[in-house]
């Protein structure tokens, strides 16, 4: 860490500040400008204890030199992370379309789906049993039958399965029947969630908060690993901004940084963010030629008739079409399907 | 609701989106303009199914007419909601001020700072228990022993009690020892969670988070009391910009909007907004000069040796000396302190 | 535009709100529901007339119906613009490469950068001549020089040359050299500028301001396109969020969203977008899977040494490379270089 | 400045980063830490060379120690500065109240608002004569016209007069009638305006951007001040967030802030923040609450007969009214009216 000191500071203030640090056991290397002091610390990382002292006179600024996660981050892990499941990994050159409905409806709903997709290419299959939505008036999952209806689709297709869970007392149950728990983006810093997704050893899908930064996303994936999990996929899924013609604005620049700041896989949710069903297949062919892992798109036998974000899914024929796009860009990229 | 059809939507499509909504049992009014039809929906609120015609051939937009919170909102609940807990009513015309450290950090602080502060006029005492961080590296709060010194502060002073929940596991335990619930701003569309405090029959104080729209929060509020417990009080504590200078930017002007909107008293954090101490009490002022029901402090006997945030806490006399303007302005909008 | 009232509105406010719209000579078709009375308006759009009632009383909403641009939206042109400049078109099957270096240094580094780019298969040369930097402590152009060295680098390599204009003063000078003017993001919403270009009969790349929406942008184009001047190059370079990481964070999706919107070109700055120079070929790639109609991108023969934007600028080498995965991506998605 | 290498940096390329700040004439300071070494520059401030070395081999990032303003900042002119007109001074004890309407209509309207609003207690009188406007369609002002009839007014009443100006050739225009010329939010980056009214002398009240940081704002002023002209006011009037009930979000904070970091008087514009009535008066409070050096409201004979943003101006009734507390409020933070 840095301390700057303000271009007034008394040298008594300087003192002052040097000896708080040296009481957390720590080194100091000031550098003394022409206009400002500077003082460098040097020893282990103390971020806690040394980012109390903002408030200590004469103190302008606390700059942190090192990145605050330590797991998630591509130092302390130069490989990228390869999540295996049964028939499928993710972080390879592999691109992996994770396809399904928003909320599983019914069972025929779910399977007529899981087989088209899974004829399309999508190597994953996703389905909601439990959906937090923002009016309590929505319609809100059908719970564990969903989970079954989404166990005999694995059964059937041999698709694993990604599901939300929102409830730290349901992270058993979901671990169940799913492969892969989904941690939805207003729960991204629920840390009692993050804490239990944790130690359960499934992997999880972390998606992207709508006002969190990159930064807090490692953290958050973070508080995953440190449970002893490290198998964790981050999705971009669009953020909040001024914009209302898209429901969210999808920041694909966060794939590439994500790419270079940390190991882990990284896949676009290009329906949430847009809201609009004319936008997906152009956003998932511009994800998969960003770098993404993989892409998830919401998929139905009926778009019109669904029970949830209808206006954003795409029909059986419309995923197949897409899908042969998605393939020739991943190569373009250096990557397959 | 209103359909808008696209300008040049045949008349084959209205037709077709009209039987739709029939098809609902709704009634329609349709208005032939000079360059588009527009469908005016008669009937009981149906927002979740006519939404879904979004994806209909020839729609442009569909837009809500009412509200979509119900208990929420002044229209059903013209009068101010008060709610009343032993010694202190918030919603009146008393401005109500809620104070305390950060975190409880020990019994003795935690009493130092109780008894400070109810001389100074405070009249609710906040200390976390438990606290969501960014971080995983962060202090996370004491837990239950926390939530013990609270009880014994307010059995001293008498002050009555609000600290944060994280966990529906761990709501019926906070609820033995405080007297309002806290429920933070990650934990905003934490539905499971608002459900949880909903049914415990506690006041709940929600924390706008940041990046919800004031729509969103009355949407949250909305969880809570349809499970029977209209006791919910608002907290503006900033929202999400690119402003960088301070943590986050505090929307002053939602108090007003607020107070218009909704029946719900409405409370200001200004130290979580700036993140600053030197903002605290400008902006505690303002709060009130805009008509805020009541503020919410941080006080710390020590800032600087805080564990949590001390960089934003006010000093036991700082806080005094605030109180005295905060009075004066109370005064000046027609309220007390 | 349709005029909402509140719930609990008198008939006599209703009527009040009919009478003033008579007054402007508009027709009103009123619909009276179950909680509320939506009071449509038939006739010219008098929007500017209608939205001077938002003030009366019982009036809770005014409504757009119609898009407040007129010549800018598809619906008014329902097929592509194409500007054509000698040697290119832009706006057809074929995806448009504008590079070359943020600011003219030199006559030799210009010419040096022009050769090489059209080598990779460059359309356009752009080059900065007049710069507007957020400080003034920053280097600020050539001025009429550095549109001097464009004039030859376009004689030499046939490449039309765009270049910004930020003085209503300077439109004709440098109408005098360049092909196409370049309007920048904090310009965009500078009116007086917007109806100089639009005088000037020039095309006009007018970029997205910074914390301006797609309607906004739209209303920009309307500006020029009232001047007499229809060809108006639409540029996508990044929206101001809370994201630090990035510069700006490019907004990828409003590629696809202006295309249905509008019958202008799309054109996507990765650079300026992500301010890093290891996004630029990820997010160009991006850029052109989703839609746009062609790219901008820094090119400059040293990065480290350029006086301008160095760190997210490409080499010439590294943009030769991306050409090649432009091209192919183009082809997948029906285009061409 | 500082620059951090990577942690896993070579001392080759340590070295060569040195070698180039070297180059430059700076010294250099290195500190060795346990993960990474860090490297303090001493000597004059050269941002603009030592910011280009971000893309060398090696290095992490680059952190800025001095402001980017000079003349701007409070450590450079540690003092208030004062503005003084005839009759009214800015950036002292007394809080200024600028009053009028949004554009001028006609003369009599504009000498009925006068008169009122001095009587009132305002200091100054605003009004527009050319207006920039999103929508080409809408009222863009008298011009001339309107800055003869303000110049009637100010001889009538003794009211010195500010009006916005929009066109670099029209500053020595409207320097002949006015006091202050305003530089509108959508301009505060029109650095070719800025350097015109720099160079006036005429003092200038600067709007920060809806999308500028404090930084920028002060970069803006920055601008006008290397001309010479340190009359500079600075007006917070609201920035762009997601929030869409209110036109912009006005971020009070900004107050205390500039006041800490410059010398400038503050001025807030609650009107144009919100787009709303009712907003006007609690927000103004609470901007007086928050330390400002004056107000800037819209007062209309008639607001529901504006020409230009009725629904947010103030009848002069209510105006009146408002005044009162206003006065109040200033006396409780130690100034007056």
Do not use: W
Not at 4 to 20: F, L, T
Not at 38 to 64: A, W
Not at 81 to 97: A, H, N, R, Y
Not at 204 to 224: C, F, Q
């Amino acid at each position: 860490m840095i301390i700057v000191m303000r271009s007034g500071a008394s040298s008594e203030q300087v003192e002052k500040v040097i000896d708080r640090v040296h009481s957390f056991g720590l080194r100091t290397h000031p550098i003394y400008g022409v206009t400002k002091t500077v003082i460098g610390i040097i020893g282990d990382d103390k971020t806690r204890v040394v980012e109390k002292m903002r408030g200590m006179p004469g103190v302008e600024d606390i700059i942190p030199i090192l990145q605050p996660y330590k797991f998630a981050g591509r130092e302390a892990h130069p490989e990228n992370t390869v999540i295996e499941l049964e028939g499928v990994k993710i972080g390879t050159d592999t691109v992996v379309v994770i396809a399904g409905p928003c909320a599983v409806e019914s069972e025929e709903m779910l399977l007529e789906t899981a087989r088209s997709v899974r004829k399309s290419g999508a190597g994953v299959l996703r389905g909601g049993a439990y959906k937090p939505r923002t009016s309590p008036y929505s319609f809100q999952g059908l719970g564990e039958e969903a989970l079954q209806f989404l166990a005999r689709a694995r059964e059937e297709t041999g698709l694993p399965i990604i599901t939300e869970v929102t409830d730290p007392r349901n992270v058993e149950l979901v671990c169940r029947y799913a492969d892969i728990l989904q941690v939805g983006a207003r729960n991204m810093q629920n840390f009692v969630l993050l804490t239990e997704v944790g130690k359960s050893g499934h992997p999880v899908m972390l998606k992207r908060g709508p006002s969190s930064t990159i930064k807090d996303l490692l953290l958050a994936a973070e508080y995953v690993i440190i449970e002893g999990n490290r198998d964790v996929l981050l999705c971009e899924r669009g953020v909040t901004t001024f914009e209302t013609y898209t429901r969210n604005t999808l920041d694909l620049s966060a794939v590439p940084v994500l790419k270079e700041l940390s190991h882990l896989p990284v896949i676009v949710d290009p329906a949430h963010a847009t809201g609009r069903n004319s936008l997906v297949e152009p956003m998932a062919l511009a994800a998969v030629a960003a770098g993404a892992d993989g892409i998830m798109v919401e998929v139905h036998p009926d778009p019109d008739a669904a029970l949830c974000d209808g206006q954003q899914a795409l029909a059986l024929d419309e995923f197949e079409r897409m899908m042969g796009k998605v393939k020739a860009i991943a190569e373009i990229v250096g990557r397959n399907l």
